[in-house]
């Protein structure tokens, strides 16, 4: 099985083909740089995953090129902005999303 080492230290042995990934794995192993473990497995499990880990675990879905998960999370932070004015999704959102891009541009 593929093992993805996550951006702190933990090895999570992955179902193959979990994910279309079309990076190359040294060894069945794929470091995860900017996915922690928590993140890792909201995207392995998107129903569980809280609203305020909402944008980190769409990045990560994103990256590992999970479709399904993108659509679930995207869908929750949509709903979630429902009723809310543009003021209100800065101040809910614009931290954690400009915070998430940066580190994924590192």
């Not at 979990?18 to 473990?37: M, R």
């Not at 880990?53 to 879905?61: H, R, S, Y």
């Not at 659509?71 to 543009?86: E, F, H, N, P």
Request: proline share 7%; net charge negative; glycine share 6%.
């Amino acid at each position: 099985m593929p093992i993805f080492v996550t951006s702190d230290g933990h090895h999570i042995e992955v179902p193959p083909g979990a994910f279309p990934i079309t990076k190359d794995f040294e060894d069945g192993v794929l470091p995860l740089q900017n996915i922690s473990k928590k993140i890792l497995l909201n995207v392995m499990s998107p129903a569980s995953t809280p609203k305020d880990e909402l944008i980190e675990t769409c990045l990560a879905a994103d990256f590992l090129g999970d479709q399904k998960t993108l659509d679930v999370c995207a869908k929750a932070i949509a709903d979630s902005l429902k009723g809310m004015t543009a003021a209100e999704i800065r101040k809910a959102y614009n931290g954690v999303i400009g915070e998430a891009i940066e580190a994924r541009k590192r």
